[in-house]
């Protein structure tokens, strides 16, 4: 028996994508097309996710049980991210929509996603994958839950567990019910 291919992070960008756009129809093409992946890459994460319970079995309808629970308890260990250097770029984690709003941070303590166009300055955060903060830019729903991942990903407790919120609130209200 064949092992299951394991998720990776533009399957995610992929799905978050689709939650965005909640009962809208979608086409391959189209999240490709937003997301700056290739057609080929977008066929085979929606098989990826399909293949570990994310999506359902025609690959059109979010699971939002099973992906809420990774994201809130494994994108830490398998997508982790480390601060880095100073550099300028487009605000994540708690220095971004919505958590900038609930948690107060220094000038000096702002986590940003390398980007030419940016206006921060802040510590470096390598997005989830490398087209993320350009289809971020596009979309706001999305953008904030790329940057409550982040804060998943590299934030402190009190951060983790607001984010952590956020993220089951929003996936709630944008995934219809099911498993």
């Avoid at 799905?15 to 700056?36: H, M, P, T």
């Avoid at 293949?51 to 629970?69: Q, R, T, W, Y």
Wanted: charge should be neutral; hydrophobic fraction near 40%.
């Amino acid at each position: 028996m064949k092992p299951k291919a394991g998720i990776k992070p533009q399957d995610l960008l992929i799905l978050l994508k689709i939650v965005c756009w909640k009962d809208r129809e979608w086409r391959s093409i189209d999240l490709a097309n937003e997301l700056g992946i290739s057609p080929a890459e977008v066929s085979m994460a929606l098989e990826r996710a399909r293949s570990v319970g994310f999506l359902d079995s025609e690959k059109h309808k979010v699971m939002k049980a099973p992906l809420i629970e990774f994201l809130l308890h494994a994108v830490k260990y398998v997508f982790p991210a480390e601060p880095g250097p100073l550099c300028r770029g487009i605000p994540t984690s708690h220095s971004a929509p919505p958590l900038a709003k609930r948690i107060v941070s220094e000038e000096n303590d702002q986590y940003v996603w390398p980007h030419d166009e940016g206006e921060v300055r802040g510590q470096e955060i390598s997005p989830l994958y490398p087209t993320a903060s350009d289809a971020a830019r596009r979309d706001s729903k999305l953008y904030e839950l790329l940057a409550l991942i982040d804060a998943l990903r590299v934030g402190r407790a009190r951060e983790r567990n607001i984010a952590a919120q956020e993220i089951e609130s929003r996936l709630s209200e944008l995934v219809l019910e099911n498993k």
